[in-house]
């Protein structure tokens, strides 16, 4: 008798189908509150949840979905925020039988000092990933 194959887990079941994305910043110098939409694809991708990053772990944050495709977070750290890092993690599950890659793109940001509550001026970097592989590039947010 040959030996019998293990069946592959389903999609839905396997952990490549759920996604985190890294929202990166850099050159934070006492940031004390930041927010911003991220911009997907919501015919690609399920919005799961949004967690602290590495930078913003003692930090109050929010977040919620205005529209389809759209995330707005909120991050307040009355101590700043300083250095370079992931300051959210957001995580998605795709949604079944699609692929390609997704642009990501960060939006109406406002980042302002912890101390004297000036705003700080910011660039962004789009990101993206693809359905089908591992890996993602990071939008990514560097203060001025």
Do not use: C
């Not at 079941?13 to 985190?20: E, G, H, I, L």
């Not at 509150?33 to 997907?40: C, G, I, K, P, R």
């Not at 109050?60 to 205005?66: E, G, V």
């Not at 591992?134 to 990514?140: R, V």
């Amino acid at each position: 008798r040959p030996p019998r194959s293990t069946p592959k887990p389903s999609s839905a079941a396997s952990d490549v189908y759920k996604r985190q994305v890294p929202i990166l910043v850099t050159l934070a110098d006492n940031v004390g509150s930041l927010e911003f939409v991220l911009v997907y694809d919501p015919t690609k991708v399920e919005l799961d949840q949004v967690e602290r990053g590495l930078l913003s772990e003692h930090a109050l944050i929010d977040s919620s979905s205005p529209s389809p495709g759209r995330l707005w977070t909120g991050i307040i750290d009355i101590n700043g925020m300083t250095g370079s890092g992931p300051v959210a993690v957001v995580k998605f599950k795709v949604r079944d039988d699609v692929d390609g890659s997704m642009p990501l793109s960060l939006e109406s940001i406002a980042a302002y000092d912890a101390n004297t509550l000036v705003d700080i001026v910011t660039k962004t970097t789009p990101g993206a990933f693809n359905i089908n592989e591992a890996g993602t590039m990071s939008p990514i947010l560097t203060f001025q």
